[in-house]
């Protein structure tokens, strides 16, 4: 429609009396001011729309940013969770481990996880036979041989081993 306005004008612009063959300038010189004001007002509707899209635009910037970083807390909060119930975890483990009085609920599952520990610890004992290895018996890392200390936890191989045949032989 717009354009078809225009168009119109300047069809205008080009009329003259054909009798005559000349220009009627009152009508060329309205034309053209009809032609101005219609260009102006398009051009501060298209400037009006086009600020209000920067508007949405900005604010839809401003929420996704907002959004971002909300998720971002909430997924530190969540993984600190995970951090401390684990931590919790092994705060009743390690109790169950020195005998201490622990809620009945837990033993079971205390059980299964020093059942995986004794058998982990002798998969990774089956592991270092295959290297060629030793395993420290305080922190479970494999080491050479020959390793006076544990490279891992600083552990003094021979008072470990001596130790930890005393206790075999105790049980024995």
């Not at 604010?59 to 971002?68: S, W």
């Amino acid at each position: 429609m717009e354009h078809l306005m225009c168009t119109i004008h300047l069809k205008k612009l080009g009329r003259f009396d054909r009798m005559k063959g000349e220009v009627n300038m009152a009508d060329l010189r309205e034309n053209l001011e009809n032609l101005g004001k219609i260009i102006s007002e398009k051009a501060e509707v298209v400037s009006k729309k086009t600020g209000e899209v920067v508007e949405v635009v900005a604010k839809k910037a401003e929420q996704t940013v907002e959004i971002t970083k909300i998720k971002s807390q909430i997924s530190t909060m969540q993984r600190n969770n995970q951090r401390d119930f684990k931590d919790i975890g092994k705060i009743v483990y390690e109790k169950y481990k020195k005998g201490e009085v622990v809620d009945e609920a837990y033993i079971e599952l205390c059980e299964a996880i020093s059942e995986r520990e004794e058998s982990i610890s002798k998969s990774k004992e089956e592991i270092a036979a295959w290297k060629g290895l030793e395993v420290c018996p305080k922190c479970n890392s494999h080491m050479d041989a020959d390793a006076a200390y544990c490279p891992k936890c600083g552990e003094k191989v021979e008072e470990a081993k001596k130790s930890e045949n005393e206790e075999r032989f105790e049980e024995e």
